[in-house]
């Protein structure tokens, strides 16, 4: 029998007090693909960095046998790990705009890792890197080598990522969260990529998600990972088909789903939400250890916060990061209040829309001529993919950015919960101040009732009142998410605009912070315009869906129409992108876009790069 390619035994790792990974054992084989599944502290990042030694230094303590591609990582020395990382086994991270240096070109990048590992000419080295970039579909690869990080689309970065991955031909690839935040298609073409590249190359892969749609379009095992140990494993059709654990089946029962021609799910209902990840007590979560105790996945211990100002906590927003915890809302459904949304109850109407940025032929126009009506009650969904403009809507909605033409008329306060909380909430200020931002922009001034005004916030989002001298570190993603909620309710709004409240959240998170939203609109009247690229999410939490594309709205209505009957083709192209959990479906879905594509190598969709038009 082939010798492993990986092997992992009695694995276990310590930040400080608290065990992160705790006996973890497993083998993958070469050619093969293993997918690591969990929620976000459930140990599975931890252990991937493990493989290459990344915790040395670190102040970890690592126990247990590890071996990689015949190398004991373990006792390696420190050029043994260099040679390994790299050379034999390469790694895929979550964000590639951190990972790649902004001020080199991304060919420069690709050709140094391989002068590293392999030596040669400087032109040898930038042939590779334009050799690997045409292998990853990168389009007229030889000229985007000359370009830098920022001049890439989020799906391009990715692919760059990837191939440098992939300039020394490794024999592993581990792949943490590589399509984390990508929308559908671009995530497809990914997953077609990692699939194509194994199948050719004989690579194995190592991929770590908590999304398990992902899993089941790329992986042939599932290891299901909680507390910083292995729960389940076996065959992704089995596993995901007929989970034999409690916490895999309440896994799985959380993903949003979009079944054909079904109508809308409400998956929070509380037969839906008995599981043990459903209904936790703050501050005792079975599953993530404490946030910001060095507890959480490697990448959230190693990371420092950058030292970000405040100057528009007014509008009251936060971004998510990927955490889980408390249940603030068991047993709310996403779906609208009855009898909210009176068609003449109408909170904000926009007409003729269009938002451009730059002049003359440098002008990019990223809204065009958008037309939309909010109501008190309901929830509006805006899907598209990367660059289809639902974010700069989104902000003209809420008064972030003026139009270029047309206008927004709003009945009430209009406030903003933005993607992600590290970079929204200031690591300096507590949160209880960031909340009360807030109310002192409003004009008030006495402290005491500030405080318990605060406390009252935080205490309808599901957060403990007496931590409001608490910083952001102290808290999960989740947590924060909801520390944003908070922020946003301060000025008692109208509508709230959720710009990507969930989108790096894991599924029993999103849940959480999906059902909070729900009740807080049930119970408050409020309007929400939901901005997402995960049309299953969206289909759970609407009432209405309006679906964008290169900065118009090509498909609105009735979310059982759309996602039942969609008219337009390419909201049927994006609702085909969306993960299946079945693998078989999977496999079928890969092999017909790869019948369109004409080939084995994923064609990337033209590239409108933006800043702020996601």
Request: net charge neutral; with cysteine.
């Amino acid at each position: 029998m082939t010798e492993p390619l990986v092997e992992v035994t009695d694995l276990g790792i310590s930040f400080g007090a608290v065990r992160a990974v705790d006996g973890l054992s497993f083998t993958l084989r070469p050619g093969a693909a293993l997918g690591v599944v969990g929620e976000s502290g459930s140990g599975k990042s931890a252990s991937a960095y493990a493989l290459l030694g990344l915790h040395r230094g670190t102040g970890a303590r690592v126990t247990g046998s590890i071996r990689v591609a015949g190398v004991d990582v373990g006792s390696a020395s420190d050029a043994e790990l260099r040679a390994l990382r790299g050379g034999l086994a390469a790694m895929v991270f979550q964000d590639p705009l951190s990972s790649l240096d902004p001020y080199y070109s991304i060919g420069d990048q690709i050709a140094e890792v391989y002068r590293v590992h392999r030596g040669g000419s400087r032109r040898a080295a930038r042939a590779r890197a334009v050799s690997v970039l045409d292998r990853v579909g990168i389009p007229d690869a030889a000229r985007k080598s000359r370009s830098r990080p920022h001049e890439f689309s989020g799906g391009m970065r990715q692919r760059a990522l990837i191939a440098m991955a992939l300039a020394c031909e490794p024999r592993l690839l581990i792949a943490d969260e590589p399509t984390t935040a990508l929308d559908v298609t671009v995530q497809a073409q990914i997953l077609d990529l990692l699939h194509d590249l194994r199948q050719s190359t004989g690579l194995g892969l190592l991929l770590v998600t908590h999304d398990v749609g992902v899993a089941a379009e790329s992986v042939d095992e599932v290891l299901v990972m909680r507390a910083g140990r292995a729960v389940e494993r076996g065959a992704v059709g089995a596993v995901l088909g007929a989970p034999t654990d409690p916490y895999t089946r309440a896994l799985l029962s959380a993903v949003p789903r979009i079944p054909p021609g079904a109508p809308p799910q409400t998956p929070f209902a509380p037969e839906r939400r008995s599981s043990s990840i459903a209904g936790r007590a703050e501050g005792v979560d079975p599953v993530e250890p404490h946030a910001g105790s060095g507890a959480g996945e490697a990448a959230n211990v190693a990371e420092p916060h950058a030292d970000r100002g405040a100057g528009n906590c007014a509008s009251g927003h936060a971004r998510s990061a990927g955490e889980s915890e408390v249940e603030g809302a068991a047993g709310a459904s996403p779906q609208k209040a009855e009898g909210a949304a009176d068609a003449g109850d109408v909170v904000l109407r926009a007409a003729g829309l269009r938002k451009a940025f730059g002049r003359g032929r440098a002008a990019f126009t990223a809204v065009d001529t958008v037309d939309l009506t909010v109501h008190r009650g309901e929830t509006l969904g805006i899907v598209g993919e990367s660059g289809s403009g639902k974010t700069t809507l989104g902000r003209m909605l809420v008064g972030l950015l003026e139009p270029s033409a047309g206008h927004v008329s709003r009945t009430g306060t209009v406030q903003m919960v933005f993607q992600d909380p590290v970079s929204s909430l200031n690591p300096r200020r507590s949160i209880g101040e960031s909340v009360a931002d807030p109310l002192r922009a409003a004009g008030r001034r006495d402290e005491a009732a500030i405080r318990a005004r605060v406390g009252e916030l935080l205490e309808r989002v599901g957060l403990d009142p007496d931590r409001y001298d608490s910083y952001p570190h102290e808290f999960s993603g989740g947590q924060r998410q909801r520390v944003g909620i908070a922020r946003a309710l301060a000025a008692e709004p109208t509508l709230i605009v959720c710009d990507e409240p969930v989108s790096a959240l894991d599924v029993t998170t999103q849940a959480q912070v999906t059902a909070l939203l729900a009740q807080l609109q049930r119970e408050l009247g409020l309007a929400l315009v939901f901005v997402a690229h995960d049309l299953a999410v969206v289909r759970q939490v609407s009432d209405r869906v309006a679906v964008m594309r290169q900065g118009r709205i090509v498909e609105e209505g009735e979310v059982e129409a759309v996602y039942g009957a969609p008219k337009d083709p390419y909201t049927r192209q994006l609702l085909a992108a969306v993960p299946a959990l079945d693998p078989a479906l999977a496999a079928a879905r890969r092999a017909a876009r790869r019948e369109l594509r004409g080939g084995d190598t994923p064609e990337p969709r033209p590239d409108r790069e933006e800043v702020a038009v996601a």
